[in-house]
C-alpha cells in the first residue's frame, strides 16, 4: 500500500517536473522556431513549426552577430584570464603569509563584494571617457578585470585551508612566494579557478547596460548588445532577428556542455555573489 | 641566489596578467586597425566601381594620409539608400587622391542614441576625422569642438569656378543657415535638394477605397473623418509609434502641431538676446523664451497640441505606447496611414510584399484654409545630409584632407552628380511634382506628400523640445505626453510635468552656456 | 584528494626563511606581498574606490563631461523634487517584494521536487540549469516578443477564444510592470534553483530517516525538517533578490525604456542611466547613483545585523 503510494507520488513529481520544464523551455523553443521563419510565416504562424524551413535567416544574422560575438569572446577570455590570474596571486598571498596591514587590505577587498557596479555606473562611465576609451574593447575588458573581490574570497579560504606540509618541503627547499604558488597552490586550486572563471565569463557575457553605454559602435559591441540593435535599428527580416538571439546565446552554450561540471559548480559559487 | 629567482618569477608571473591584457588585445581594440568592422575594403579598390571624379582639384597640394569617417549608417550597404552616393562621392574623391585611405566606421542605434554617440564623443574628444549625420539639432552644435567653416566659405572652393565656396551652396545658402551659430558655420551640407529629411504620409489605396474614403483628405476635420471611416472598416487608421526606435515620429508629429500654435510666441522670441529675427528660433533665443516664461506649458498652443494628440490618439493603431514589434504593420495592409521620412522610401520602393497600391500625403493644416508648416529637420528643399570636422581632426593635422573631402562632395559638380543618383531627380522648391517626375504617375503618387506644399518659407520655427533640447532628451517629452494620452496623468498634471521638463532642461543649457551672461536677460 | 584530509584549520603558516630574516630582507619580502597584491588593487581603486568617491562627489555638480560646475544640494533637490523619482522607487518596490515571493516560492519547488525524484535526477539538473547559460539579453528579448500586439500571448489568447484578453503588454500601464516581473515565468530554473538543491542535497540522510521510521509522510518531512534546514539559504538567498532587483534594470530597459508614459517601468538604475545616456548630465546620474549606494549600503548592513542577532540566539 505504502510503497504504491511512494510510486504515485513519483509520478506526481515526475508530471510536475514536466510541466515546469515545459513553460521553462517553451520561449527558448519558439525563439528557434521563429528563427527559421519568413516574413509571411512570422505573421500567420508564430508559434510551433512550418515549413519550409528558412535557415537564410542564419547567414542574414550571421553577418551582423559575427564581429559581436568575437569582441565577446575576446573581451571575456581576456578579462577573465587577467582578473582570476590578479585574484588567484592576492588570495594566495593573504591566506599564507602574514605581513603589517594584511587584515586591513583583505577587509579592503572584502566590501567590494557590497559594491555592485551599478551604482558606480555614472562615475566609471566618465573614467573611461577621460581615457577616450568608449568605444574600444578596452572599455570593457579594464573593468571586467576589476572583477576579482568575489574570486579572492573564495580562493582564500580555498587557500587556507590547505594543510602546512604541502608547502614544507619546498619551504626548506628555498622556495619563493611565486614558486610556492606556481608548483603547489595553483595546481590543486585548479578546479576552484576553473569554476571561478567560468562564473566570470558568464557574468560579462550577460552583461548589457554597461556594454551599451562604452561600446556602442561597432568595433566594440558585444553580443547581447548587437542582438538589440540588429532588431531595433536595421530592422531586419523578423525571423533574422530571431536567429540573432540563438546566435547570441550559442557561445555559452557550447561552453556549457563543453565544462558542464565546472560549470554548474562555477555557478553554484558564484550564486552567493549574486 | 634564491633571491633572484624569486624576483625573476615575480616579474614573469606580473607579466603574465599585464601581456595577457596588451599581447591579446592589442591588435583587436584600435579602430582603424580592424577593417571589417567597417565593412569597407581599402577605398583604393572600390574606387573604379564608384566612377572617375568628377570634378579635379585646381590646387596642386598633395594630400596623403588616412581619413576616418563616422557615418550615421552604413552608406555602403544598400545602393537603392539615397546616402549610398555619398559613399560613391567619396569614394571619388579617394581615387582621386592615391595617398589617401578612407575608412568608415557607422554609428547605428536608434536616433536618439546616434545623437547621444555624437555629443558624448564630442566633448570626450573621440570622435573619427569627419563625421557624416542626418537632421542636425541645434542642441549639439558646439562652437567650441567644432571646425568653424566661415573662413573657408569666404575663400574658392578648388573643385568649383565659382568665386567662394559659399556660392557653391544653392538657394542662397539656405543649407547653411540652420548650422551657423554665433557666426560660426558649424556643419556643411551634402545634400541641396528635396530634403531627404522630408517627412510625409504614405497612404493604402486599397483600404482607403475599402472604407469609402474617395478623396484624400485636405482639411483637419476631413482627415478625421477620413480614420472615422477607416476604423469602421475594422482597419487601424493611423500608425504612430511613441516608443523604441521610431518614436521619433511621434516627436515630429507633436512638433507639426503645435508648430501651427505658436506664432505669437515665435514672434516674441525671434530676435532677442542679440539673435537675428529670421523666422527660426534658435537654441539661445528657446532657452530665453523659456526663462522669460513666454514658451510655457499654460500657454494655449501647448495646450491645444497637447489636446488634439489625445484626440488624435483614438486612431493610433494598437499598442502604439509600447515600442514597436518586428515587422511592418503598413507592409502587411494592417494600417492604412504611415508616417515616414524620405530617407527610408526605399523601404517601401522595395519590398516585393507590397501588392497594395499606395501613396503619400502631407498632413492639412489644423486650420481650415491654411498650409501646414513643412517639417523635417531643415526644410527648405537645402537637404539634411551634414558633415563636419571635430576640432580634434585639425589638432591632427588633418584638416586639410578633411576640408578638401568637404569642398569635393559640395562642389556643384558633385551635386550633379548627387542629384542624377536619386530616386527622384533634384529640384527648386515649388516646382510641381509633374515636372520633377515626368511621366511617371505611380511615382509621383508616392512621393507626392514629400513634395508637395512647397517648403519655402513655409516651414516650422523650431520653438519645440526636439529642436531645442535635442532628439535624446525629447524622449522625455514622449513619455509626458504618453501619460496623458494613456489617461494616467489627467491635463493639468501633464503641463506641471511639462514646465518641469522645459525649466530643468533650460537650467542645464545655461550651465553649459556661461558665455550667454542669462543673469543679464 | 589531499583537500579532503585537510589538518585544521589555524593561523597560515609562515615560510621559514621568514623568521631567520635580518631587517633588510624583511622588507624586501614584506614589499614582495604588497607588489604580488599590486595589480588586484590597481583595479580595485581604479574601478571602485575612485569612480566611489568620484560619484559622490559629483554628486554635488552639473557634470556633462564638457564642463563641471558646483551646483551643491541641486541634484539632490532636483531628484526629490521629481515625482518619477517616487515612481520610480515604488516600482521597485514592487519588482522586489515580488520577486521576494518567487524566491521563496518557485525555485524552491523546482529544486526539492529535483532532490525527491528518484529517475533522471541528474538530467533534470541539467535541464533546470541550462536556461541560465542563455543570456539574460536574450531571455528578455524573446519575452518582448511574446508580449507584443501580434506575439506569443495574444496568439496564444486568441487560439483559446479570449480575444478580448489581447493588449499590447508593454503598451499598457496596467499591465507593463507586470509583464516585466512576469520575465522568466515560472522561475525555476536559475541561480536560486541550484542553491536549494545543494543545500537540499547537503542534508544527512541520517536526519531524514529518523524521521521515516517515525513514518511520516514525505509532505511533513518536507516542511518539518528539510524546510527548517534550509532556512539559512532561505535567507540568503532573499537577501541577494533584494540587493539584485535593487539595482537591476536591463529588462525596463531594452522591453520598453521606462516607458509607458514617464514612469509605467521606470527603475531607478534606469533613471540614472537614462541620465547619461539620454542627457549626458553625469552630475544627476551620480545623484542617483549615490542614493543607491546609500541604500544598498543599509539594506546590507542591515542584513548583517540581522544576521548577527540570529547567530547569537541561536
Same mark, same amino acid.
Given at each position: 500500500?505504502?510503497?504504491?503510494?511512494?510510486?504515485?507520488?513519483?509520478?506526481?513529481?515526475?508530471?510536475?517536473?514536466?510541466?515546469?520544464?515545459?513553460?521553462?523551455?517553451?520561449?527558448?523553443?519558439?525563439?528557434?522556431?521563429?528563427?527559421?521563419?519568413?516574413?509571411?510565416?512570422?505573421?500567420?504562424?508564430?508559434?510551433?513549426?512550418?515549413?519550409?524551413?528558412?535557415?537564410?535567416?542564419?547567414?542574414?544574422?550571421?553577418?551582423?552577430?559575427?564581429?559581436?560575438?568575437?569582441?565577446?569572446?575576446?573581451?571575456?577570455?581576456?578579462?577573465?584570464?587577467?582578473?582570476?590570474?590578479?585574484?588567484?596571486?592576492?588570495?594566495?598571498?593573504?591566506?599564507?603569509?602574514?605581513?603589517?596591514?594584511?587584515?586591513?587590505?583583505?577587509?579592503?577587498?572584502?566590501?567590494?563584494?557590497?559594491?555592485?557596479?551599478?551604482?558606480?555606473?555614472?562615475?566609471?562611465?566618465?573614467?573611461?571617457?577621460?581615457?577616450?576609451?568608449?568605444?574600444?574593447?578596452?572599455?570593457?575588458?579594464?573593468?571586467?578585470?576589476?572583477?576579482?573581490?568575489?574570486?579572492?574570497?573564495?580562493?582564500?579560504?580555498?587557500?587556507?585551508?590547505?594543510?602546512?606540509?604541502?608547502?614544507?618541503?619546498?619551504?626548506?627547499?628555498?622556495?619563493?612566494?611565486?614558486?610556492?604558488?606556481?608548483?603547489?597552490?595553483?595546481?590543486?586550486?585548479?578546479?576552484?579557478?576553473?569554476?571561478?572563471?567560468?562564473?566570470?565569463?558568464?557574468?560579462?557575457?550577460?552583461?548589457?547596460?554597461?556594454?551599451?553605454?562604452?561600446?556602442?559602435?561597432?568595433?566594440?559591441?558585444?553580443?547581447?548588445?548587437?542582438?538589440?540593435?540588429?532588431?531595433?535599428?536595421?530592422?531586419?527580416?523578423?525571423?533574422?532577428?530571431?536567429?540573432?538571439?540563438?546566435?547570441?546565446?550559442?557561445?555559452?552554450?557550447?561552453?556549457?556542455?563543453?565544462?558542464?561540471?565546472?560549470?554548474?559548480?562555477?555557478?553554484?559559487?558564484?550564486?552567493?555573489?549574486? | 641566489?634564491?633571491?633572484?629567482?624569486?624576483?625573476?618569477?615575480?616579474?614573469?608571473?606580473?607579466?603574465?596578467?599585464?601581456?595577457?591584457?596588451?599581447?591579446?588585445?592589442?591588435?583587436?581594440?584600435?579602430?582603424?586597425?580592424?577593417? +571589417?568592422?567597417?565593412?569597407?575594403?581599402?577605398?583604393?579598390?572600390?574606387?573604379?566601381?564608384?566612377?572617375?571624379?568628377?570634378?579635379?582639384?585646381?590646387?596642386?597640394?598633395?594630400?596623403?594620409?588616412?581619413?576616418?569617417?563616422?557615418?550615421?549608417?552604413?552608406?555602403?550597404?544598400?545602393?537603392?539608400?539615397?546616402?549610398?552616393?555619398?559613399?560613391?562621392?567619396?569614394?571619388?574623391?579617394?581615387?582621386? /587622391?592615391?595617398?589617401?585611405?578612407?575608412?568608415?566606421?557607422?554609428?547605428?542605434?536608434?536616433?536618439?542614441?546616434?545623437?547621444?554617440?555624437?555629443?558624448?564623443?564630442?566633448?570626450?574628444?573621440?570622435?573619427?576625422?569627419?563625421?557624416?549625420?542626418?537632421?542636425?539639432? *541645434?542642441?549639439?552644435?558646439?562652437?567650441?569642438?567644432?571646425?568653424?567653416?566661415?573662413?573657408?566659405?569666404?575663400?574658392?572652393?578648388?573643385?568649383?569656378?565659382?568665386?567662394?565656396?559659399?556660392?557653391?551652396?544653392?538657394?542662397?545658402?539656405?543649407?547653411?543657415?540652420?548650422?551657423?551659430?554665433?557666426?560660426?558655420?558649424? &556643419?556643411?551640407?551634402?545634400?541641396?535638394?528635396?530634403?531627404?529629411?522630408?517627412?510625409?504620409?504614405?497612404?493604402?489605396?486599397?483600404?482607403?477605397?475599402?472604407?469609402?474614403?474617395?478623396?484624400?483628405?485636405?482639411?483637419?476635420?476631413?482627415?478625421?473623418?477620413?480614420?472615422?471611416?477607416?476604423?469602421?472598416?475594422?482597419?487601424? *487608421?493611423?500608425?504612430?509609434?511613441?516608443?523604441?526606435?521610431?518614436?521619433?515620429?511621434?516627436?515630429?508629429?507633436?512638433?507639426?502641431?503645435?508648430?501651427?500654435? &505658436?506664432?505669437?510666441?515665435?514672434?516674441?522670441?525671434?530676435?532677442?538676446?542679440?539673435?537675428?529675427?529670421?523666422?527660426?528660433?534658435?537654441?539661445?533665443?528657446?532657452?530665453?523664451?523659456?526663462?522669460?516664461?513666454?514658451?510655457?506649458?499654460? /500657454?494655449?498652443?501647448?495646450?491645444?497640441?497637447?489636446?488634439?494628440?489625445?484626440?488624435?490618439?483614438?486612431?493610433?493603431?494598437?499598442?502604439?505606447?509600447?515600442?514597436?514589434? +518586428?515587422?511592418?504593420?503598413?507592409?502587411?495592409?494592417?494600417?492604412?496611414?504611415?508616417?515616414?521620412?524620405?530617407?527610408?522610401?526605399?523601404?517601401?520602393?522595395?519590398?516585393?510584399?507590397?501588392?497594395?497600391?499606395?501613396?503619400?500625403?502631407?498632413?492639412?493644416?489644423?486650420?481650415?484654409?491654411?498650409?501646414?508648416?513643412?517639417?523635417?529637420?531643415?526644410?527648405?528643399?537645402?537637404?539634411?545630409?551634414?558633415?563636419?570636422?571635430?576640432?580634434?581632426?585639425?589638432?591632427?593635422?588633418?584638416?586639410?584632407?578633411?576640408?578638401?573631402?568637404?569642398?569635393?562632395?559640395?562642389?556643384?559638380?558633385?551635386?550633379?552628380?548627387?542629384?542624377?543618383?536619386?530616386?527622384?531627380?533634384?529640384?527648386? +522648391?515649388?516646382?510641381?511634382?509633374?515636372?520633377?517626375?515626368?511621366?511617371?504617375?505611380?511615382?509621383?503618387?508616392?512621393?507626392?506628400?514629400?513634395?508637395?506644399?512647397?517648403?519655402?518659407?513655409?516651414?516650422?520655427?523650431?520653438?519645440?523640445?526636439?529642436?531645442?533640447?535635442?532628439?535624446?532628451?525629447?524622449?522625455?517629452?514622449?513619455?509626458?505626453?504618453?501619460?496623458?494620452?494613456?489617461?494616467?496623468?489627467?491635463?493639468?498634471?501633464?503641463?506641471?510635468?511639462?514646465?518641469?521638463?522645459?525649466?530643468?532642461?533650460?537650467?542645464?543649457?545655461?550651465?553649459?552656456?556661461?558665455?550667454?551672461?542669462?543673469?543679464?536677460? | 584528494?589531499?583537500?579532503?584530509?585537510?589538518?585544521?584549520? $589555524?593561523?597560515?603558516?609562515?615560510?621559514?626563511?621568514?623568521?631567520? =630574516? $635580518?631587517?633588510?630582507?624583511?622588507?624586501?619580502?614584506?614589499?614582495?606581498?604588497?607588489?604580488?597584491?599590486?595589480?588586484?588593487?590597481?583595479?580595485?581603486?581604479?574601478?571602485?574606490?575612485?569612480?566611489?568617491?568620484?560619484?559622490?562627489?559629483?554628486?554635488?555638480?552639473?557634470?556633462?563631461?564638457?564642463?563641471?560646475?558646483?551646483?551643491?544640494?541641486?541634484?539632490?533637490?532636483?531628484?526629490?523634487?521629481?515625482?518619477?523619482?517616487?515612481?520610480?522607487?515604488?516600482?521597485?518596490?514592487?519588482?522586489?517584494?515580488?520577486?521576494?515571493?518567487?524566491?521563496?516560492?518557485?525555485?524552491?519547488?523546482?529544486?526539492?521536487?529535483?532532490?525527491?525524484?528518484?529517475?533522471?535526477?541528474?538530467?533534470?539538473?541539467?535541464?533546470?540549469?541550462?536556461?541560465?547559460?542563455?543570456?539574460?539579453?536574450?531571455?528578455?528579448?524573446?519575452?518582448?516578443?511574446?508580449?507584443?500586439?501580434?506575439?506569443?500571448?495574444?496568439?496564444?489568447?486568441?487560439?483559446?477564444?479570449?480575444?478580448?484578453?489581447?493588449?499590447?503588454?508593454?503598451?499598457?500601464? =496596467?499591465?507593463?510592470?507586470?509583464?516585466?516581473?512576469?520575465?522568466?515565468?515560472?522561475?525555476?530554473?536559475?541561480?536560486?534553483?541550484?542553491?536549494?538543491?545543494?543545500?537540499?542535497?547537503?542534508?544527512?540522510?541520517?536526519?531524514?530517516?529518523?524521521?521515516?521510521?517515525?513514518?511520516?509522510?514525505?509532505?511533513?518531512?518536507?516542511?518539518?525538517?528539510?524546510?527548517?534546514?534550509?532556512?539559512?539559504?532561505?535567507?540568503?538567498?532573499?537577501?541577494?533578490?533584494?540587493?539584485?532587483?535593487?539595482?537591476?534594470?536591463?529588462?525596463?530597459?531594452?522591453?520598453?525604456?521606462?516607458?509607458?508614459?514617464?514612469?509605467?517601468?521606470?527603475?531607478?538604475?534606469?533613471?540614472?542611466?537614462?541620465?547619461?545616456?539620454?542627457?549626458?548630465?553625469?552630475?544627476?546620474?551620480?545623484?542617483?547613483?549615490?542614493?543607491?549606494?546609500?541604500?544598498?549600503?543599509?539594506?546590507?548592513?542591515?542584513?548583517?545585523?540581522?544576521?548577527?542577532?540570529?547567530?547569537?540566539?541561536?
Amino acid at each position: 500500500m505504502k510503497r504504491l503510494h511512494r510510486r504515485a507520488g513519483q509520478w506526481v513529481i515526475q508530471l510536475v517536473l514536466l510541466m515546469l520544464a515545459f513553460i521553462t523551455f517553451a520561449p527558448l523553443v519558439t525563439l528557434l522556431s521563429l528563427s527559421v521563419k519568413d516574413i509571411y510565416q512570422f505573421n500567420v504562424a508564430p508559434m510551433g513549426l512550418t515549413f519550409p524551413m528558412r535557415f537564410e535567416n542564419y547567414t542574414l544574422a550571421w553577418k551582423f552577430m559575427a564581429e559581436p560575438i568575437w569582441h565577446n569572446i575576446l573581451v571575456a577570455t581576456v578579462a577573465t584570464l587577467a582578473s582570476l590570474s590578479m585574484a588567484s596571486i592576492s588570495a594566495f598571498v593573504f591566506a599564507r603569509f602574514r605581513f603589517p596591514g594584511r587584515d586591513l587590505l583583505f577587509f579592503a577587498i572584502m566590501i567590494l563584494l557590497f559594491i555592485p557596479n551599478t551604482v558606480l555606473l555614472v562615475p566609471t562611465y566618465q573614467l573611461i571617457i577621460s581615457f577616450s576609451l568608449q568605444n574600444t574593447l578596452w572599455a570593457l575588458i579594464l573593468p571586467y578585470c576589476a572583477l576579482q573581490a568575489l574570486a579572492i574570497v573564495v580562493l582564500r579560504t580555498f587557500f587556507l585551508e590547505m594543510p602546512d606540509e604541502l608547502f614544507d618541503a619546498a619551504i626548506v627547499d628555498g622556495a619563493s612566494v611565486v614558486q610556492q604558488f606556481t608548483a603547489i597552490a595553483a595546481p590543486l586550486a585548479k578546479p576552484v579557478i576553473g569554476a571561478m572563471a567560468i562564473f566570470q565569463v558568464w557574468v560579462i557575457w550577460n552583461d548589457y547596460a554597461w556594454p551599451s553605454l562604452v561600446a556602442n559602435a561597432p568595433q566594440a559591441r558585444t553580443a547581447a548588445l548587437a542582438l538589440i540593435v540588429f532588431n531595433d535599428f536595421t530592422m531586419p527580416a523578423p525571423g533574422a532577428g530571431m536567429a540573432a538571439g540563438v546566435l547570441a546565446a550559442l557561445p555559452m552554450l557550447v561552453l556549457f556542455f563543453a565544462t558542464m561540471r565546472t560549470f554548474i559548480a562555477g555557478l553554484t559559487a558564484g550564486a552567493i555573489k549574486g | 641566489m634564491k633571491q633572484s629567482i624569486a624576483w625573476r618569477n615575480l616579474a614573469l608571473w606580473l607579466c603574465i596578467g599585464v601581456l595577457a591584457l596588451t599581447v591579446s588585445a592589442c591588435g583587436m581594440v584600435t579602430p582603424p586597425t580592424e577593417p +571589417p568592422t567597417n565593412a569597407e575594403p581599402p577605398a583604393t579598390t572600390e574606387a573604379a566601381a564608384a566612377g572617375a571624379p568628377v570634378a579635379t582639384s585646381s590646387s596642386d597640394k598633395v594630400l596623403s594620409g588616412e581619413l576616418v569617417i563616422n557615418t550615421w549608417n552604413d552608406i555602403t550597404a544598400d545602393p537603392a539608400h539615397p546616402s549610398y552616393v555619398l559613399h560613391e562621392l567619396i569614394q571619388q574623391w579617394a581615387a582621386s /587622391h592615391p595617398d589617401v585611405t578612407v575608412t568608415y566606421q557607422p554609428m547605428l542605434g536608434t536616433v536618439p542614441e546616434r545623437f547621444g554617440y555624437i555629443s558624448t564623443n564630442l566633448r570626450s574628444q573621440t570622435l573619427a576625422d569627419v563625421v557624416m549625420q542626418y537632421f542636425p539639432s *541645434p542642441a549639439q552644435l558646439d562652437g567650441d569642438l567644432q571646425y568653424d567653416f566661415s573662413a573657408d566659405l569666404d575663400q574658392p572652393n578648388p573643385y568649383s569656378d565659382n568665386a567662394t565656396w559659399r556660392e557653391d551652396f544653392p538657394l542662397n545658402g539656405v543649407a547653411l543657415r540652420d548650422v551657423t551659430v554665433d557666426g560660426k558655420v558649424l &556643419m556643411v551640407g551634402s545634400t541641396y535638394s528635396g530634403d531627404l529629411g522630408d517627412t510625409a504620409v504614405l497612404y493604402n489605396k486599397d483600404i482607403l477605397k475599402q472604407a469609402g474614403v474617395e478623396e484624400l483628405p485636405r482639411t483637419w476635420s476631413e482627415f478625421y473623418a477620413a480614420m472615422d471611416k477607416i476604423k469602421a472598416a475594422g482597419y487601424e *487608421p493611423f500608425y504612430m509609434p511613441t516608443a523604441g526606435a521610431d518614436g521619433y515620429i511621434f516627436t515630429w508629429y507633436t512638433v507639426l502641431l503645435s508648430g501651427q500654435l &505658436m506664432d505669437d510666441v515665435v514672434a516674441q522670441c525671434d530676435g532677442q538676446v542679440g539673435e537675428e529675427q529670421d523666422g527660426v528660433i534658435s537654441q539661445k533665443e528657446a532657452i530665453w523664451c523659456i526663462e522669460k516664461g513666454y514658451w510655457n506649458a499654460r /500657454h494655449p498652443g501647448v495646450v491645444q497640441t497637447f489636446e488634439e494628440m489625445k484626440k488624435w490618439s483614438q486612431y493610433f493603431h494598437e499598442g502604439y505606447l509600447a515600442p514597436s514589434a +518586428p515587422g511592418n504593420l503598413f507592409a502587411q495592409g494592417k494600417v492604412a496611414f504611415l508616417p515616414t521620412v524620405r530617407l527610408t522610401m526605399a523601404v517601401y520602393e522595395n519590398d516585393p510584399n507590397l501588392t497594395f497600391e499606395w501613396g503619400s500625403f502631407y498632413l492639412p493644416a489644423l486650420k481650415d484654409g491654411e498650409t501646414s508648416p513643412r517639417l523635417g529637420n531643415s526644410g527648405a528643399g537645402q537637404g539634411s545630409q551634414y558633415l563636419f570636422i571635430p576640432n580634434t581632426t585639425v589638432d591632427k593635422g588633418k584638416l586639410d584632407l578633411a576640408r578638401d573631402l568637404l569642398q569635393y562632395v559640395t562642389s556643384p559638380a558633385a551635386m550633379e552628380y548627387w542629384c542624377a543618383n536619386q530616386p527622384i531627380p533634384c529640384f527648386a +522648391p515649388g516646382t510641381p511634382i509633374e515636372e520633377i517626375i515626368p511621366g511617371d504617375p505611380v511615382k509621383q503618387e508616392r512621393y507626392r506628400g514629400f513634395i508637395e506644399p512647397p517648403t519655402i518659407d513655409n516651414m516650422v520655427a523650431r520653438l519645440d523640445a526636439n529642436d531645442v533640447f535635442g532628439p535624446a532628451i525629447v524622449v522625455q517629452e514622449n513619455q509626458i505626453l504618453q501619460d496623458y494620452l494613456a489617461g494616467n496623468a489627467d491635463l493639468e498634471q501633464t503641463l506641471d510635468a511639462y514646465q518641469a521638463f522645459l525649466e530643468q532642461q533650460a537650467s542645464n543649457i545655461l550651465l553649459q552656456h556661461p558665455e550667454w551672461n542669462a543673469d543679464s536677460w | 584528494m589531499r583537500q579532503s584530509e585537510r589538518s585544521a584549520v $589555524g593561523e597560515p603558516s609562515f615560510p621559514y626563511g621568514q623568521r631567520r =630574516a $635580518g631587517i633588510m630582507q624583511g622588507v624586501r619580502r614584506y614589499g614582495l606581498f604588497y607588489l604580488l597584491l599590486a595589480p588586484t588593487f590597481l583595479f580595485a581603486i581604479a574601478f571602485y574606490y575612485y569612480p566611489l568617491l568620484s560619484g559622490i562627489y559629483h554628486s554635488f555638480t552639473y557634470w556633462d563631461i564638457k564642463r563641471t560646475v558646483w551646483v551643491g544640494l541641486d541634484n539632490y533637490a532636483r531628484l526629490f523634487a521629481d515625482p518619477a523619482t517616487a515612481a520610480a522607487w515604488r516600482n521597485m518596490a514592487l519588482i522586489v517584494g515580488s520577486q521576494m515571493i518567487v524566491v521563496l516560492t518557485f525555485p524552491l519547488l523546482g529544486a526539492a521536487l529535483v532532490h525527491h525524484v528518484r529517475r533522471g535526477q541528474y538530467w533534470w539538473r541539467v535541464a533546470f540549469v541550462l536556461p541560465i547559460v542563455v543570456p539574460a539579453t536574450v531571455i528578455v528579448f524573446v519575452w518582448r516578443w511574446f508580449y507584443g500586439v501580434d506575439g506569443g500571448i495574444n496568439y496564444l489568447l486568441r487560439l483559446v477564444g479570449m480575444e478580448e484578453l489581447t493588449r499590447a503588454w508593454l503598451g499598457d500601464p =496596467a499591465t507593463a510592470l507586470w509583464a516585466i516581473i512576469f520575465v522568466g515565468f515560472p522561475w525555476v530554473a536559475g541561480l536560486n534553483f541550484l542553491i536549494y538543491l545543494a543545500a537540499l542535497q547537503s542534508i544527512p540522510e541520517e536526519v531524514l530517516d529518523a524521521a521515516r521510521v517515525d513514518g511520516a509522510t514525505a509532505l511533513r518531512t518536507f516542511f518539518q525538517i528539510e524546510l527548517p534546514m534550509i532556512r539559512p539559504q532561505m535567507s540568503l538567498l532573499l537577501m541577494l533578490t533584494i540587493i539584485y532587483y535593487l539595482r537591476s534594470f536591463d529588462a525596463p530597459l531594452i522591453m520598453t525604456n521606462g516607458g509607458p508614459g514617464t514612469t509605467g517601468t521606470l527603475v531607478p538604475g534606469l533613471q540614472m542611466y537614462r541620465s547619461i545616456r539620454d542627457e549626458l548630465d553625469l552630475g544627476y546620474g551620480s545623484a542617483i547613483g549615490t542614493l543607491l549606494f546609500g541604500v544598498l549600503l543599509a539594506v546590507s548592513l542591515l542584513n548583517l545585523a540581522i544576521r548577527q542577532r540570529l547567530e547569537k540566539t541561536v
